[in-house]
């Protein structure tokens, strides 16, 4: 997209004032390149060949040597969407145009047979390290690490992350937005920071840790810091994360190229779109206002015309049909369909914003004159479209997850507030379905093409000359890496930092971009996830999907392995997995089973495990190490909600500390949690405020009568909690100096082990979204907060009680 005239003058004048940067820099240094690649990381010291004498008269230094990139590697762009399928986004037949991406694929190659995991972490975990997901420890999300080689949740250091290595080879490495890659025990300021990105081979981290953010208040990091989005003035109300995660990256072109222009870039460009909540501002979701009414059924015969016309899937390609647990569009009531058609209008509006971020990254390429010369891949979907949003979408998924039901009506009244900062909001299964056409099922389905078969998009101006070009080799994500290594001239490391590595088990998919022809070098791959798996070679694929619903929380495997019905497919004719001609070819399905164990024992994939609320380890939560009960805090303390002191389904106490100035006091004291869900101490007109916001539909306030007087005080928040199971109601007290000031009732309770997924628990502020509707976030404290101490006492619960909550958690970690 073109650049106006003024955005270029100011865009001129920035790199002229970078250039005298360079040059004065490039004088100092005076260095000399060492430019032969290495698979020994770091490269040895060389063996100084200054002269040395009495004074630096009689003597002659030598040339300091640094690592350089191979001559004339180009710049990496490495872009990953989250949980859109393969029937979303225009460049490969969806409704929603994506005019940036049509214009990488117009310069580039599309590829129509490539493919994930089926869920996130896995994916990025192969993504970034080029071996299976099993062999990097990611054979499920962080959340649900166990002690098994294939699933500790732990990126190991024998898998080097391709970022070290470009790193240690003369590149400039950024990563940019989602990482779930940070075991959730490692989340909290606590540490360790192992495999957190900055140790991992990126010189700059700008993003968030976990599966999602809120849009509108992320909880975001730069490098190991937490630190609060900051929303350029004139732009409040219609400014996110996408936009700011894309003026990060094109601040670091500027200014990389600027100073060192023949330094080449590998950046890696993760937005939190398209996952859940879909925030995004109104005036995108209004582009989209009555285009989704007819229904995801008509939809997926419409994207599936368009497929064919662009060729993006084989002219004989089949749609496959509905599967019966998901409704027809048609079956939904007038109000069902106006939430459904309004959510899907926000993913939408989401998809072109996020489109519209690509592009402006791609003109800072172009006006620094890197375009050309800039090795692009646009993975459209780390998995397929997320099933997760229940069969009739959900205004807060945080609710959807915790088992709460909404009221039909309540949403059509909230209408126009999906999308926004209020909304937790995701789409029904049946638009994920719709999606994820022309294919069967979708996210965390590894055994059908739905779950598994995303675009990819690859253009390198300089390199690829098949301009608009569609490949249909078979790959997989791990083959990313491989191709970044032959295409930059990189040989695979056989050490990094002190540590042998794993063969890389990806290849290069260089080989296709001269001849779309070419036979395909990917012969055989194994897909699994929580028993969910399939094993394709050479044209055929054995299928086994394990029971369990995508959009069914808290619930493991629902049968037996042995009792799995496997399918197969013969892809040479079958592009869509629509025909299982498993009864007419039983000796093919039997070699494809046997040669799956043998994969699954070569790559770590064993034990298959199904489970979900077994895998729960609290022990290795922080705050519930060692059974302690009793939490001090100090102001300013942010503390991620998995490291915070326990307060579901139990009784407690939050007593603060707190001197009160002369002229008063206003501001949160503590809180957790944010606009979907949570709790908030604060002080209001001088007069404590408990406030219970449950999941948005709820908010119920307990405030004293007395204003706080001057000097040392002591509020003590009382929550006495009803008991006899989960998510039960409370008496909430409130007292002041011991003596009590209200008191309040609460029907019912959050009963899920976290508030949030990427909110904190503050104290002497209320940092991302507020938890309550009566201020603005941060709404910082005005006093001075001493300490605050909350007493937790244990949650009697019963082994049923938590299975269900270990469940649940494992749900909404899955769905992240």
Not at 429 to 434: C, E, K, L, Y
Request: net charge neutral; proline share 6%; with cysteine.
């Amino acid at each position: 997209m073109p650049l106006k005239e003024s955005r270029r003058r100011g865009i001129g004048a920035l790199l002229a004032g970078y250039a005298g940067i360079a040059a004065a820099a490039m004088l100092a240094v005076g260095v000399l390149a060492q430019d032969v690649p290495q698979t020994v990381l770091p490269r040895p010291e060389p063996p100084s060949k200054a002269r040395i004498g009495q004074t630096y008269k009689d003597s002659q230094p030598d040339v300091i040597a640094v690592p350089a990139a191979p001559a004339g590697a180009p710049n990496v762009l490495l872009i990953v969407i989250d949980d859109v399928g393969y029937g979303a986004w225009g460049t490969f037949g969806g409704q929603i145009p994506t005019p940036s991406v049509d214009r990488l694929a117009k310069m580039g190659l599309r590829y129509t047979r490539f493919h994930t995991t089926a869920l996130c972490s896995p994916t990025r975990a192969a993504l970034l390290t080029g071996r299976n997901h099993h062999s990097a420890g990611a054979g499920v999300i962080t959340e649900m690490g166990t002690g098994y080689p294939g699933y500790t949740g732990q990126i190991p250091k024998s898998t080097a992350l391709v970022a070290e290595v470009l790193r240690q080879n003369g590149y400039s490495t950024a990563w940019y937005g989602k990482n779930h890659n940070v075991p959730d025990w490692e989340t909290s300021i606590a540490g360790p920071y192992d495999r957190w990105p900055i140790l991992q081979g990126f010189d700059h981290f700008f993003g968030f840790v976990g599966g999602e953010a809120n849009q509108w208040a992320p909880g975001l990091f730069r490098n190991n810091e937490r630190i609060a989005m900051e929303v350029p003035k004139g732009r409040e109300g219609h400014y996110t994360l996408n936009d700011a995660l894309a003026d990060e990256a094109v601040k670091l072109i500027y200014r990389q190229k600027s100073v060192t222009p023949d330094r080449p870039l590998f950046i890696y460009f993760a937005p939190g779109a398209m996952h859940a909540p879909h925030h995004v501002p109104k005036k995108w979701i209004d582009k989209f206002k009555g285009q989704f009414d007819q229904g995801w059924d008509k939809y997926r015969e419409e994207t599936y015309q368009r497929q064919l016309k662009l060729g993006v899937i084989p002219a004989d390609t089949k749609l496959t049909p509905r599967p019966k647990e998901i409704p027809a569009y048609d079956s939904l009531t007038l109000d069902q369909k106006k939430v459904a058609a309004r959510l899907m209008e926000a993913f939408a509006g989401f998809a072109a914003q996020t489109d519209y971020e690509i592009g402006r990254i791609l003109d800072a390429l172009d006006q620094t004159g890197q375009l050309n010369n800039t090795l692009i891949f646009c993975m459209i979907g780390d998995n397929g479209s997320s099933m997760e949003g229940t069969l009739l979408g959900a205004f807060n998924e945080l609710a959807a997850i915790g088992g709460i039901p909404e009221e039909i009506a309540w949403n059509v009244r909230h209408l126009d507030e999906i999308g926004g900062p209020k909304a937790y909001n995701h789409f029904p299964v049946g638009w994920a379905w719709a999606t994820n056409t022309p294919f069967q099922w979708g996210k965390q389905v590894a055994s059908h093409f739905g779950g598994i078969r995303n675009p990819l998009v690859i253009a390198w101006p300089d390199r690829i000359k098949d301009a608009g070009g569609i490949r249909w080799q078979f790959h997989h994500v791990i083959d990313v890496v491989p191709t970044i290594l032959q295409a930059v001239g990189i040989p695979e490391p056989t050490m990094v930092n002190g540590v042998a590595q794993k063969a890389i088990e990806g290849v290069s998919m260089v080989y296709s971009f001269d001849d779309a022809g070419a036979e395909g070098t990917r012969k055989l791959q194994y897909f699994e996830l929580l028993g969910n798996r399939a094993l394709y070679r050479d044209g055929w694929m054995a299928s086994v999907r394990h029971g369990r619903l995508p959009w069914i929380t808290g619930a493991g495997g629902s049968r037996g392995f042995e009792e799995d019905t496997w399918e197969l497919y013969d892809l040479r004719s079958d592009y869509s997995q629509y025909s299982d001609v498993a009864a007419k070819y039983p000796d093919k399905l039997e070699e494809l089973q046997e040669a799956f164990w043998v994969e699954a024992r070569k790559y770590q994939v064993l034990p298959l495990d199904d489970r979900i609320a077994e895998r729960m380890n609290p022990a290795m939560r922080p705050s519930l190490i060692a059974g302690r009960t009793t939490f001090t805090y100090y102001q300013g303390a942010r503390i991620a909600d998995s490291s915070a002191a326990p307060t579901q389904n139990r009784s407690h106490t939050i007593t603060a500390y707190l001197d009160i100035p002369r002229g008063g006091a206003e501001g949160v004291v503590a809180a957790t949690g944010g606009a979907a869900l949570g709790f908030s101490l604060y002080v209001k007109d001088r007069r404590p405020v408990y406030e219970y916001n449950y999941y948005s539909v709820r908010h119920t306030i307990v405030a004293g009568q007395q204003p706080l007087e001057p000097g040392a005080n002591v509020v003590r928040v009382e929550f006495l909690y009803d008991g006899r199971g989960l998510g039960k109601g409370a008496t909430v007290s409130l007292f002041v100096n011991d003596t009590k000031v209200g008191q309040g009732r609460l029907e019912a309770t959050a009963w899920v082990g976290k508030y949030s997924t990427d909110e904190t628990f503050d104290v002497g502020e209320d940092s991302g979204s507020p938890v309550s509707q009566a201020y603005a976030a941060p709404n910082r404290f005005t006093g001075t907060i001493r300490k605050l101490v909350v007493d937790s006492q244990p949650a009697k619960l019963t082994p049923a009680d938590q299975r269900r909550i270990a469940a649940a958690e494992r749900a909404a970690a899955i769905a992240q």
